[in-house]
């Protein structure tokens, strides 16, 4: 098939919210409804172009994917276990990693020197990692220092967060942690210092030191990056154990309590499964707890007749639904809700993307500067380090 050079596209250079290209950018409001399917054609371009690319390619494709981009992943995961697959692969020159920003910096910090990293739309961002902004974070900690707990603190940040942040924290003598070792991870941190500094999920750090650890709602307090010393006062920060960064995911974060009392009223007997992502009543209301990956094993080794609902992103449990007929499956909220800017990462950006790499363009490239890949290195492998994680997520 003969390659067409492709139009240079402004959405790569658009912010989410700034400016709007009611053409491409599908799928970036939550309207009610999922964005509708990319022109057929383009499957065709995809493939072709995947073909001719051969081994020299390998597409990740993140869980919260659209069905006509998951369909050309090499392999689907969360977003540690696809950096790793990556990391796994180093005859491939080029990994197009169809998730969003973060964790396209972790797949370069991961990866060999010669693989290429590209995020097919530049726009797709993460609400929650987009939260914590590296200078927000030296001024926090420069907080802590003049109040004198610095000392005490160990920093973790959750996977998703920026590379310089958890550069940070590998500066600091913290570590990274996924929702899977968050618990393992917060137990490592208390046992080096006195106090964890919770970056940027308020709610996986306070299920985390709540649920998993005993600690009490008193013992952690909020910091808001957008108020002056972070809205606490020296006492404050001294009497906590846990400092939560003020941040969140979108999408997690909308589930509430309304939703599972509802879901239970709708779906007779219904296990209620939900991320920890979560807010905390809604955690606290549900019968199971955990990350995508235990999501999918839950429902897939339940027994045929079983019935989920499932507060996570709703492009997986529309899968995990389609994939289990003799199971009920269900979304937890009524709202039809998918994580936009994941949905930025459409079949015409991928073809774009690919076809740009057959014409040798390596377009929408993310690398991590050499001094903030190392010290994030740093953080990763402490997490990696922790005992029970190993290559697991
Ligand atoms: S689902 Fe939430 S945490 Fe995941 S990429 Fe989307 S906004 Fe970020």
């Not at 051969?54 to 977003?79: K, M, N, P, W």
């Not at 979304?331 to 076809?355: G, Y």
Request: glycine share 6%; aromatic share 6%; proline share 5%.
């Amino acid at each position: 098939m003969a390659f067409t050079e492709p139009a240079p596209t402004p959405l790569a250079l658009l912010l989410l919210g700034h400016g709007a290209d009611p053409d491409t950018e599908r799928g970036v409001e939550c309207p009610g409804d999922l964005p509708p399917a990319s022109d057929p054609a383009l499957v065709e371009r995809a493939r072709a172009a995947k073909e001719a690319l051969g081994d020299r390619l390998f597409i990740l494709g993140h869980h919260y994917q659209r069905d006509e981009v998951i369909q050309f992943a090499d392999t689907t995961g969360d977003s540690f276990k696809l950096s790793q697959q990556a990391a796994a692969h180093p005859e491939a020159e080029y990994i197009v990693f169809c998730g969003v920003h973060f964790m396209a910096e972790s797949a370069d910090i991961l990866t060999a020197e010669h693989q290429k990293v590209v995020l097919p739309d530049m726009a797709a961002g993460c609400s929650m990692a987009d939260m914590a902004q590296i200078d927000q974070v030296r001024e926090a900690w420069s907080v802590f220092e003049a109040a004198g707990i610095a000392e005490a603190v160990v920093p973790i940040t959750y996977m998703n967060s920026s590379a310089d942040i958890k550069a940070f924290v590998g500066r600091h003598d913290g570590t990274v942690c996924t929702s899977s070792n968050a618990k393992v991870s917060m137990e490592w941190a208390f046992d080096r210092g006195e106090k964890v500094f919770f970056l940027p999920d308020q709610h996986l750090g306070r299920n985390t030191a709540v649920r998993d650890l005993g600690l009490s709602l008193d013992d952690c307090v909020l910091w808001d990056p957008h108020k002056p010393h972070g809205g606490l006062t020296d006492e404050q920060l001294r009497a906590a154990k846990v400092i939560l960064w003020r941040g969140h995911c979108s999408v997690h974060g909308r589930f509430t309590e309304a939703s599972i009392r509802d879901v239970r009223e709708r779906v007779p007997g219904v296990t209620v499964i939900v991320h920890p992502e979560c807010q905390y009543e809604v955690v606290q209301n549900a019968d199971l707890v955990g990350s995508t990956e235990y999501i999918i094993k839950a429902i897939s080794e339940a027994p045929a007749g079983s019935a989920f609902a499932v507060g996570t992103e709703l492009n997986l449990v529309r899968r995990l639904a389609i994939e289990h007929p003799d199971k009920t499956v269900v979304f937890l909220d009524r709202d039809v809700c998918f994580c936009s800017t994941m949905n930025r990462i459409d079949l015409p950006h991928l073809v774009w993307a690919l076809e740009n790499l057959v014409a040798g363009n390596v377009v929408q490239q993310i690398t991590v500067d050499e001094d903030t890949a190392h010290w994030a290195r740093v953080a990763l492998d402490r997490m990696l380090a922790l005992p029970g994680v190993g290559a697991k997520d």
